[in-house]
């Protein structure tokens, strides 16, 4: 199973959002609830660090492993901003937690 654990701030902006587990759907190559969670995490993520200049995610990211945070020492309106996509990441990750519930979990700490 996915298990994709959010965490906002006291004020319910998103800080970080980690992303361990695999689907098992279907066999490696073949399951498409992997390859979803992955191409919308993954494409999200190197989008952000491309635009904003910053790295987001953490650096023992592996396999079956994204770990992307909101960085320190940012402008307000470069927070502003990536949080705007990490809330974007999870609402599309939500969808396919709704459409695969046996197969993705998705929990707040």
Not at 38 to 63: K, L
């Amino acid at each position: 199973m996915i298990r994709i654990r959010v965490k906002r701030d006291h004020e319910n902006r998103m800080e970080r959002i980690r992303i361990t587990g695999h689907a098992e759907y279907d066999q490696s190559g073949k399951d498409i609830v992997c390859a979803a969670v992955s191409g919308i995490s993954i494409g999200m993520v190197n989008a952000i660090e491309q635009m904003f200049d910053v790295q987001v995610h953490a650096s023992d990211d592996g396999n079956g492993k994204i770990d992307c945070q909101l960085p320190d020492r940012l402008s307000s309106e470069k927070q502003a901003s990536i949080r705007l996509l990490l809330e974007a990441m999870f609402l599309s990750l939500q969808n396919v937690a709704d459409e695969f519930p046996s197969y993705v979990k998705i929990s707040e700490w």
